[in-house]
């Protein structure tokens, strides 16, 4: 907690009376060194002890992140959500290719090169980043029940990914032999929240069982029934009570607009009809 809160080179200024350099450093040693023998030290040596810790436990933090960051990148998404058994999760193909190109995009794309600098150019993605931008995302207030990460539907139907034909491009282990190519559709996924978990965020619902709305920007390759699929890929079985996708509908295709259509048209005509008849008299 010191550490956090001052600069290595603030720690010599740090004026901390002996019993609390105590503890402050056994407490330190506890958590580094385990099998260190518990010896007092006092004064100047507290601050150069500490700074060791410190750097040590700064530098392994940064070990750990850079070998997580080398597992992600080389993994694709499609190694955790893999491809759906027909038989079982009906997900089409293109709505899922395109799905995990757009994820893989955002955290597992590299170049084969043996030069460990190398890596995609960020402005050929940034589509991706602006895909994941629109996606709904945890508010204030979730523990008095708002649960509405909404999103952006406005920038979702702005987005055109294109990733070209490029073997060098590896998602994971994967070369990216193809063109990916799509734009982009709005939906909103509703999931129903266990009572358990309602009852533990302390939320008086009168009664009323409480929803999780998320919105999603997804590949306009994808539909309603593919949406709440996905979400029991891999290992994943999550329940989906509704989905909802923004769909370039063809009118002339639903029987219920074209009456709709036809009456108001009737409406319109009896109106004009009328107006003219009025200013003829």
């Not at 940064?62 to 959500?81: C, T």
């Not at 980043?129 to 952006?152: F, R, T």
């Not at 989905?243 to 009737?266: K, N, Q, R, T």
């Amino acid at each position: 907690k010191l550490a956090a809160k001052l600069t290595m080179d603030e720690l010599d200024s740090v004026q901390v009376d002996s019993e609390t350099q105590q503890a402050l450093l056994q407490s330190a040693i506890a958590q580094t060194e385990p099998d260190r023998a518990q010896v007092p030290i006092f004064g100047a040596t507290f601050n150069d002890t500490l700074k060791k810790i410190v750097t040590q436990y700064t530098l392994g933090s940064a070990n750990w992140l850079r070998a997580a960051q080398r597992y992600v990148n080389y993994m694709s998404v499609r190694d955790i959500l893999y491809e759906p058994d027909p038989a079982n999760v009906t997900v089409n193909p293109q709505c899922y290719r395109d799905t995990m190109d757009f994820i893989d995009a955002v955290i597992g794309a590299r170049i084969n090169s043996t030069d460990p600098r190398a890596s995609p150019d960020l402005q050929s993605f940034g589509w991706a980043l602006k895909m994941l931008d629109s996606i709904g995302k945890p508010a204030g207030g979730i523990m008095k029940g708002a649960l509405y990460y909404v999103g952006s539907v406005d920038e979702c139907q702005t987005v055109h990914a294109y990733i070209p034909n490029n073997s060098s491009l590896l998602f994971g282990q994967r070369p990216h032999n193809y063109v990916t190519e799509f734009d982009t559709r709005f939906c909103r996924a509703t999931f129903e929240l266990p009572k358990n978990l309602t009852d533990s965020l302390g939320v008086d619902t009168h009664g009323i069982q409480l929803s999780l709305h998320w919105g999603l920007c997804m590949p306009d390759s994808c539909h309603s029934d593919d949406v709440a699929a996905m979400f029991h890929l891999g290992q994943m079985n999550i329940s989906v009570k509704t989905v909802y996708c923004m769909e370039d509908e063809d009118i002339s295709e639903d029987p219920s607009a074209i009456v709709a259509v036809c009456i108001l048209s009737a409406l319109l005509a009896v109106v004009v009809l009328c107006t003219l008849i009025e200013a003829w008299i």
